[in-house]
Nanobody, 120 residues
């Protein structure tokens, strides 16, 4: 069994920063691509940023230059540094990972989500 646990969400003023983390635990052989998604009320879940195992990244246009995704493969952990936050960044942020389990089963795993609220 595999579990993704997010942390780091909260309330921040516009222009502020937050750092999200996503730690994977369980019967993991390897983790391929990882990503952060967000979902605001009444909207579909959408990609924020994605990172491959080798470190190649891509970002949604709305966060380019403000957010930075990174990962520590040794710790099976991914991060999202969020700077210059705007009210429209408010959403539940979910982490996602493409995981190969110890039984060599490929699974698409999601975290439980962490709320980010940007408001004065």
């Amino acid at each position: 069994q595999v579990q993704l646990v997010e942390a780091g969400g909260g309330l921040v003023q516009p222009g502020g920063s937050l750092r999200l983390s996503c730690a994977a635990a369980g019967s993991i052989f390897s983790i391929n691509a990882m990503g952060w998604y967000c979902q605001a009320p009444g909207k579909q879940r959408e990609l924020v940023a994605r990172i491959t195992r080798s470190g190649t990244t891509n970002y949604a246009d709305t966060v380019k230059g403000r957010f930075t995704i990174s990962r520590d493969n040794a710790k099976n952990t991914m991060y999202l540094q969020m700077n210059s936050l705007k009210p429209e960044d408010s959403a539940v942020y979910y982490c996602n990972a493409a995981i190969l389990t110890l039984l060599r089963r490929a699974i698409d795993s999601w975290g439980q989500g962490t709320q980010v609220t940007v408001s004065s």
